[in-house]
């Protein structure tokens, strides 16, 4: 992020996996919460994870998400971020999961979404922790729109090389007063952030996600193919 804020050249950056199937996956819930904890803050006060979020909004070039394959929890999070993103209609998978196994999402989706879909169809997809497909994010607004796959590259590559073409100084003052109008407060992302970490250590949430691991939860496999699925069945 340091080198993006600090690079006068660049205007646009896509943000797109390499790994079938994941755009970004949610986190690790095997590292070590310590080791997540120390981490120091970033430059915005916050915490690293959304203090990463945070500045991708604000650098001045236009960040874009080429979705192709599930955005969970994390990837989720950098979409909202990103100031725009384009998804493929066969392979997308949104999902902000966390309340199905007792969390609240740390990166600051509470703060974004809402305010980019509304407030009854950002309690639809926080409470549901349902997966969202590529058809129904665009119709929703999450993200920009959901193309066939085979035509995604070509219109990303598109629009971010007609963006590339005109003026830095133009493209960034526009963002500027784009987000003065539309972004969340920090303070917003940073209690989102804090109850998130509140969450993750109650003895429920803890229960849950056991449960999750049981059933292959961070293996390859149907369960992380499904979590929507997977997280809607912790209950019976």
């Known amino acids: 992020m340091a080198e993006l804020e600090a690079d006068e ?3 646009v950056v896509v943000f797109e996996s390499a790994v079938e199937g994941f755009f970004l996956n949610h986190s690790d819930f095997l ?3 310590d ?4 981490i120091p803050q970033g430059p915005t006060g916050l915490e690293a994870w959304p203090d990463i979020l945070v500045r991708l909004t604000r650098a001045p070039c236009v960040s874009i998400a080429l979705i192709r394959g599930r955005a969970t929890g994390n990837g989720s999070e950098i979409t909202l971020a990103c100031d725009m993103s384009f998804a493929s209609r066969e392979k997308t998978i949104l ?3 966390e309340v199905g196994v007792g969390m609240v999402a740390g990166g600051g989706p509470m703060a974004r979404l809402p305010r980019q879909i509304g407030r009854s169809r950002a309690m639809e997809v926080l409470m549901s922790s349902e997966d969202i497909g590529g058809d129904l994010a665009a119709a929703y607004g999450y993200v920009n729109r959901a193309l066939p796959d085979a035509e995604l590259d070509d219109f990303v590559d598109t629009l971010a090389t007609r963006i590339a073409s005109f003026d830095r100084w133009a493209i960034s003052n526009t963002k500027r007063l784009v987000n003065a109008a539309s972004l969340p407060p920090d303070v917003e992302i940073a209690a989102g952030w804090d109850a998130c970490m509140t969450s993750i250590t109650r003895p429920d949430t803890k229960k849950r ?4 691991f049981d059933r292959g939860f961070q293996q390859p496999g149907e369960l992380e193919d499904r979590l929507g699925v997977s997280v809607g069945r912790l209950g019976a």
């Open 35 to 38: 080791d997540l904890m120390s």
């Open 209 to 212: 996600i056991k449960t999750l």
């Open 9 to 11: 050249q660049a205007k």
């Open 95 to 97: 999902s902000q999961w």
């Open 31 to 33: 590292a070590s919460f």
